[in-house]
C-alpha cells in the first residue's frame, strides 16, 4: 500500500488560494476515482473537486471557511501500489505540523463518562445540592450540564432551565435531576415555544459564497458614494403589451416578463449617457466607458445572491433578451455558471418581482457606476388626462455612483428610462 497527496489544483486564472466550502468525503471513507471530494470556492465561483485516486481517505487538510493555497496537501490517501510517495515524504513536515497544530475532535471533549461517578459516589447527599429553590436563570443564560445529563433531562421531559446547578459555575449533574425530580417536579410536560427560544443560539459560520457576499458589500458601500433615484412609472400600457405578446408568441418562445422591455430601454437611452454605462477603476482613477451594454442580472439562489451577466444586450430583441436572462439565471441557481457568464457586467438590474415592495436602495454592484431596481407593481387610482383612473404603477428605484455620475444626469438618464416604459412602442421606433 503506499500514500497519494492531493494538491489543490489551480482553480482559476491567477488564483493563489481557494476558500473550502464543504467536504463530501470523511477520514476512513473508501472512494473511486472521480469521486466528489470537496467544494472549493474563488471569487464567486464554486469549484466541485473530484478524485484523482480510487483509494482511502487517511487525511482530511483544512476545515469548511478556511483558506487553502495553491498547491497545498488537503487530501491524502492510501492507495494500492506505490501512490506518489515522493511528494508525501516532501509534504511529511507540513503534515505532520498541521495534525499537531489541529484542535482535538469534539467527541473527546464531550464525553459522557464522568457523569456517573457524582450519581454513584455521593447518593446520599444528593438532596443537598437542589435544596436551594430552582430558579429559572436570567434570559439568555444557557444552563451548563455534560451531554448524558441534557439527553436524560430530554428523555423525562424535563427543562434545566429550572434546575439549580451545585456543580462548578452552576453545572446540573445527575444527582441535581435526580432531586429535582424527588421533589415532584413535572417531568411529562413538554418546553413551551417561549423557553425553547431562551435557549435557542445558533452559530451559523459565514463561509462560502455568503463570506463573499458580505465582502463585497461591505467593500462597495465603503467605497462608493451611493446616491439613490426613484421614479413612479405607470406600466399600464407596457403590461397590456407584454400580456398580448405572450399570449401570441409561439410554443419556442419564452415568456416575457418585465426584465426584456427594461434591458430594451436601457440599450436604447445608455448610448446618451455613457458616463453610466461604465465600471470605474478608482484606484487607478480611470473610468471605462462601454458602447455595448453587458447587463448584471441579479439572482437570488440558495447560496445567496449571484449576478450573472446577459453580454450584448444591445444586439438582443425581446425574445432572445428574455431567453438568455433565463438560461444565465438558472445557470446561477443551479451552481453551472462559467467563469464569462458571471464577469463582465456594466450595469445591474436587481428586482424582486411581485414582492418588489415601495421602494428600494439597492447597492452598486462594484466596479459598475449604477443599478437598477424595478419594484413591484401596483393597481391604484392616480390622476390620468384630468380624471381619477386605476393604473398600473411601478417605482423605479436606482443607485449611482456620485463620483462619476452627477444628479442631474441620473435623474435626466431615469426620466428616458420611464418614457419608454410608459410608452413602449417609442423603444422599437428609430428616432435618429
Not at 492531493?6 to 476558500?19: I, R, S, W
Not at 495534525?99 to 464531550?110: F, G, H, I, S, Y
Not at 448610448?271 to 442580472?297: C, L, M, S, T, W
Request: proline fraction near 9%; aromatic fraction near 4%.
Amino acid at each position: 500500500m503506499g500514500r497519494f497527496v492531493f494538491k489543490l489544483p489551480d482553480v482559476g486564472e491567477g488564483t493563489a488560494e481557494a476558500e473550502i466550502v464543504a467536504w463530501h468525503v470523511a477520514v476512513g471513507d473508501t472512494i473511486k476515482e472521480d469521486q466528489h471530494l470537496v467544494d472549493v470556492m474563488t471569487d464567486k465561483a464554486t469549484v466541485e473537486m473530484t478524485s484523482p485516486v480510487t483509494g482511502k481517505v487517511v487525511e482530511l487538510h483544512g476545515e469548511p471557511g478556511s483558506m487553502a493555497p495553491v498547491g497545498a496537501p488537503i487530501v491524502i490517501f492510501e492507495v494500492e501500489g506505490a501512490g506518489n510517495e515522493k511528494e508525501a515524504k516532501t509534504n511529511g513536515a507540513t503534515v505532520a505540523k498541521t495534525a499537531k497544530t489541529a484542535p482535538p475532535p469534539p467527541p473527546k471533549l464531550e464525553t459522557p463518562k464522568p457523569a456517573p461517578k457524582p450519581e454513584s459516589g455521593a447518593a446520599k447527599p444528593a438532596p443537598a445540592p437542589v435544596a436551594t429553590p430552582a430558579t429559572p436563570r436570567k434570559f439568555g443564560d444557557k444552563p451548563l450540564a455534560s451531554p448524558a445529563v441534557r439527553q436524560r433531562a430530554q428523555d423525562l421531559g424535563v427543562h434545566l432551565q429550572f434546575i439549580h446547578g451545585s456543580g462548578p459555575a452552576g453545572r446540573i449533574s445527575h444527582a441535581d435531576l435526580d432531586g429535582y425530580i424527588a421533589k415532584g417536579a413535572p417531568t411529562t410536560a413538554r418546553p413551551t415555544a417561549a423557553l425553547d427560544r431562551r435557549e435557542g443560539v445558533d452559530e451559523i459560520k459565514i463561509i462560502g459564497l455568503r463570506r463573499k457576499i458580505a465582502e463585497k458589500m461591505q467593500e462597495t458601500k465603503r467605497r462608493i458614494p451611493h446616491f439613490a433615484y426613484v421614479e413612479e412609472v405607470d406600466m399600464t400600457e407596457l403590461e397590456a403589451l407584454r400580456v398580448q405578446m405572450n399570449a401570441t408568441k409561439r410554443a419556442d418562445q419564452p415568456k416575457l416578463t418585465l426584465l426584456p422591455f427594461l434591458m430594451r430601454a436601457l440599450t436604447r437611452v445608455l448610448p446618451d449617457y455613457p458616463q453610466i454605462n461604465a465600471r470605474f477603476d478608482d484606484e487607478a482613477g480611470v473610468v471605462h466607458r462601454y458602447k455595448p451594454v453587458h447587463i448584471g442580472i441579479a439572482t437570488q439562489t440558495p447560496n445567496g445572491l449571484i449576478v450573472p451577466v446577459v453580454h450584448h444586450a444591445e444586439a438582443m430583441d425581446l425574445w432572445q433578451a428574455a431567453a438568455e436572462v433565463a438560461r444565465v439565471s438558472t445557470a446561477a441557481r443551479e451552481n453551472k455558471a462559467t467563469k464569462d457568464e458571471l464577469t463582465g457586467s456594466t450595469i445591474t438590474i436587481t428586482s424582486l418581482g411581485p414582492i418588489g415592495g415601495v421602494v428600494t436602495t439597492p447597492v452598486i454592484n462594484h466596479p459598475e457606476v449604477a443599478i437598477i431596481g424595478p419594484n413591484a407593481i401596483i393597481e391604484r387610482p392616480v390622476v390620468h388626462n384630468g380624471h381619477i383612473a386605476v393604473r398600473k404603477m411601478m417605482n423605479l428605484s436606482s443607485s449611482f455612483d456620485h463620483r462619476v455620475v452627477d444628479g442631474y444626469d441620473a435623474a435626466m438618464f431615469i426620466q428616458r428610462v420611464k418614457a419608454l416604459l410608459e410608452h413602449p412602442a417609442m423603444m422599437f421606433m428609430d428616432w435618429e
